[in-house]
């Protein structure tokens, strides 16, 4: 199988100013094609950092992938690096000159001389055409190796990678045969998932299957992938069954769905509506269901309760209820479920009310005390979670929390 390689160039990538999301998508997107990425380095723009960094990964690698100063400003020196390297000039490419000329006429803006040098390419390169903006990407060849070079802005990047490098991987390396399938979890870590299925990833792996548990805050994505292809399919299906049926209250979706999604098709499926009253969180849940096109078939509205005057004003809870428990409690979290459901006049309702954090906590209610609560005609149903000390963390897994707590109330599973 091919090496391949990628280098990030960008001083703001070093000092933390951008995350470097251009690597790991081109990597997901390799992945996905059959291929591994072995290397990723992240370098300054400097003139002998590119120099050596390319000059190592041709000896190494049969595809280096370079994203990042290609810009028409002085600091963007990847170009003249790229000339210098390879031993050509700049020259000016006609095509590339009427797509940036068009460009700014589109836009109604005056184009200057650092656009006009956008159209200027290195002789021994090979353009690749930018759809998405003014910097063309570039390919080369040297001593068996395959280097291409695109701009870091990821939306111009993506759109010149799926154009062109797709293609030419598919050419110069062959097409691999692949299967992959992701099961997405919420609610469970990643040591629990694979202590508890520990047997299970066994048997994953003596199928000659490869197992990625890939965690992030609130959620684990499990993703299994077959290098035979979709001949695995069936194989790959009847195992995720399995996590399906062992731990149903934590298998929420597949592939690339978000629990939005499941929530909206299950309230859409089940004619019914659904309403939050939020007081940690301050709207996330309903901001995070309207992300949803069509959502306004289903939900109705939310109340934002971060006061304590606001859960008695606006949700009818009763004030006597908050000196005697706290906000953060099961009682007022319970009353703000079920009279918000009425304010709203909704099927559902879903109320929250925690300590976020960093400040505010108490030893009886430490920070990242949070408690959910879910109401509907039939019943009201609480819990109570302790996530943790960060406070975005935090605010995360409640949405998340909350949207799963109401996705098995929706399908009448056990919590």
């Not at 009763?318 to 009353?335: D, L, M």
């Amino acid at each position: 199988m091919v090496r391949i390689e990628i280098i990030s160039i960008g001083d703001e990538l070093l000092i933390g100013q951008t995350i470097n999301t251009n690597a790991s998508w081109i990597g997901a997107e390799l992945a996905s094609l059959g291929y591994k990425v072995n290397h990723v380095s992240t370098i300054s723009d400097d003139k002998w950092a590119i120099i050596d960094a390319i000059d190592s990964a041709v000896k190494k690698s049969g595809l280096v992938i370079i994203t990042g100063g290609l810009g028409p400003t002085k600091d963007d020196i990847t170009k003249k690096v790229l000339c210098e390297y390879f031993d050509t000039e700049l020259v000016i490419n006609e095509e590339v000159l009427q797509h940036v000329k068009g460009f700014f006429e589109k836009r109604n803006r005056p184009m200057l001389d650092v656009n006009i040098q956008q159209a200027a390419v290195p002789e021994k390169s090979t353009v690749l055409f930018n759809q998405n903006g003014t910097a063309p990407g570039m390919l080369f060849e040297k001593d068996g190796a395959f280097v291409v070079s695109m701009p870091g802005v990821p939306y111009e990047m993506k759109g010149i990678f799926r154009d062109h490098v797709i293609p030419l991987v598919q050419e110069k390396f062959g097409s691999r045969s692949i299967y992959q399938h992701t099961v997405l979890t919420q609610g469970i870590g990643e040591s629990f998932l694979a202590h508890q299925f520990s047997d299970w990833e066994n048997r994953v792996e003596e199928a000659g299957l490869s197992i990625a548990y890939l965690p992030s805050p609130g959620m684990v994505k499990v993703r299994l992938t077959s290098f035979r292809g979709e001949e695995d399919k069936e194989l790959i299906e009847g195992f995720f069954n399995e996590l399906r049926r062992g731990i149903p209250k934590h298998v929420y979706g597949e592939g690339e769905e978000t629990l939005p999604e499941v929530i909206g098709k299950l309230l859409s499926y089940k004619n019914q509506t659904l309403g939050t009253v939020e007081s940690c969180t301050s709207g996330a849940i309903g901001a995070a269901i309207t992300t949803i096109s069509g959502s306004s078939a289903y939900f109705n509205g939310g109340l934002m309760t971060y006061s304590n005057e606001m859960k008695t004003v606006l949700a009818n809870v009763n004030p006597k209820t908050i000196e005697k428990f706290g906000a953060v409690s099961q009682e007022v979290v319970e009353e703000m479920s079920k009279n918000g459901r009425q304010v709203l006049g909704t099927d559902w309702c879903i109320a929250v009310s925690g300590v976020a954090g960093p400040t505010g906590g108490t030893e009886e209610k430490p920070v990242g005390t949070v408690w959910i609560s879910i109401a509907s005609e039939k019943s009201v149903t609480s819990q109570r979670f302790l996530f943790g000390d960060n406070r975005e963390r935090n605010l995360q897994m409640t949405v998340l929390t909350a949207l799963n707590l109401l996705r098995c109330n929706l399908l009448g599973i056990n919590q």
